[in-house]
């Protein structure tokens, strides 16, 4: 079963021409971790605060797991995954991330890693922290200067 069939949570970014030549920075995606796992998804970070109920830590395809770049547990819980909760969610979290250091940690894992699939176990694919995560960690991607980089 594809969950993702009309998925726009791919983010290709192949940016900035240094005084050493292009910095590519490549794909990163977000997806189910109980979805198959594939080549293509390359480092594989969990950025749930819990771990995923029927997931073996032993056998679970997962290379990190970055629990501090989730939502904090009041956060998750006023959320509760309600649709009508969505906005509000989102600008919270948002707030939350712009506070926390964990993100940066991402980032420059994101920036030393290609490809890059963050994991999340939230059934609703549309209304889930991996959707903002991946929309805040495109727009810090976007803003990076490159002569940081090389």
């Known amino acids: 079963m594809a969950l993702h069939a009309d998925r726009q949570t791919v983010f290709h970014c192949t940016f900035y021409k ?29 950025i749930d605060r819990m771990w995923p109920r029927g997931i073996r830590r032993s056998t679970s395809n997962i290379d990190i797991w970055m629990k501090n770049v989730a939502p904090s547990d009041e956060l998750r819980r006023w959320f509760n995954h309600e649709p009508k909760k969505w906005m509000g969610f989102k600008k919270r979290y948002k707030k939350e991330l712009k506070e926390n250091n964990a993100l940066n940690k991402l980032i420059n894992i994101i920036l030393n890693a290609d490809p890059v699939t963050l994991l999340y176990s939230a059934r609703d694919v549309k209304h889930n922290n991996a959707v903002v995560l991946l929309e805040v960690v495109k727009a810090k991607i976007k803003k990076i200067d490159p002569s940081r980089l090389a």
């Open 18 to 46: 240094s005084s050493t030549g292009y910095i590519p920075v490549g794909m990163i995606q977000i997806k189910r971790v109980y979805e198959k796992v594939e080549v293509k998804d390359g480092e594989r970070i969990l």
